[in-house]
């Protein structure tokens, strides 16, 4: 992903440390998600209650909704050990093998990305989230057979910004699925408060409330855009964020009222002026902007989509008319071009 841009799913560079001051560690700290929150405090006391670890938890949704967070927080909630890893660092059996056999007693194990685990590493892991077993080969050859090792009872918790890419199999051993949605302004006002009082920036109320209108529905934009916002209030005001520091700081980073940014906006109008307001394939796309087609559609899409400004066919993507409104253009233009060839 281009981690050069402001609003990329990604963490860059040491934000990983601030954001542990911001990250809520308990589901009441977890802004928004109402729902999925109830839910989830419901599986977790029921499992406390038991003794019993938590079913297995399949998490999906678009980079920055909370995936990661989540995790850590059903471990602290049921009040165990967290083991993370993600799929790519699990290369060889005995890596998958060496953490499973050391956690203890109800662990959250925590695979990140599990869409891009390695068969052999996936039909391991089958068992061991069934039958809490592992099936180990031991010897070489023709006297090599293999023998079950028992580990702890665990709950794993597989993560992903690709649902469809993760195999049934896989997806029908998990008991309980939580699909992370976009947020709702008030809910994204309300992580921006929280963040701003944990990290002492001063913000006045229509100042968080016009950031929470171009987060892209996502709370780790939203922080990001508030750090940002932290600087120009120092340097250019008196150190309150307020509605003109916003109104020009995003004008300066060149976030519109809906939260896009120029490379989304390249997109639309790619599509709008070089493929005649689509559809165009992804991948013919994301080399057109220049753009991985991973964060192409893993980040820019979903928001692009969600927003209603561009939809998914199965020939490819396709501009709306809010697309041609919004960037000024004509649409009748393509329509007649359209007839004419
Ligand atoms: N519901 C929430 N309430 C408050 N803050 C949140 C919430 N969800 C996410 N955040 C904040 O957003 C940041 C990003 O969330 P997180 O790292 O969990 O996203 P993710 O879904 O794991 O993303 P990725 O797919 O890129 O791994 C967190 O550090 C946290 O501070
Ligand atoms: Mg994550």
Redesign the pocket.
Known sequence: MDGSSLLS???IGDEEKK?NI???RLLE?????EKLKENLSIYIQAARERGEPLDHVFLS??????????AGIMANELGVESRVTSAPALDKPKDLAGLLTTISPRTVFFI?EIHRLKPAIEEMLYIAMEDYELDWIIGQGPSARTIRIPVPPFTLVG?T?KPGRVSSPLYTRFGITVR?EF?SPE?LQS?IE??ADLMEIRIKKEASAQLSRCSRGT??VA?RILRRMRDFAQVQGDGTVTTSIVKSSLERLEIDKYGLEKLDREILNTIITKYSGGPVGAETLAISVGEGIDSLEDFYEPYLIQQGFIKRTNRGRVATALAYNHLGLDRSDNENQGLLF
Do not use: H, V, W
């Open positions: 799913g990604e963490l954001e911001i990250r809520p700290d977890f802004q928004g998600q949704g678009p980079p920055g909704l909370g995936k990661t967070t989540l990140d993560a910004t992370l947020y809910e992580i929280r963040s709370p780790r922080n």
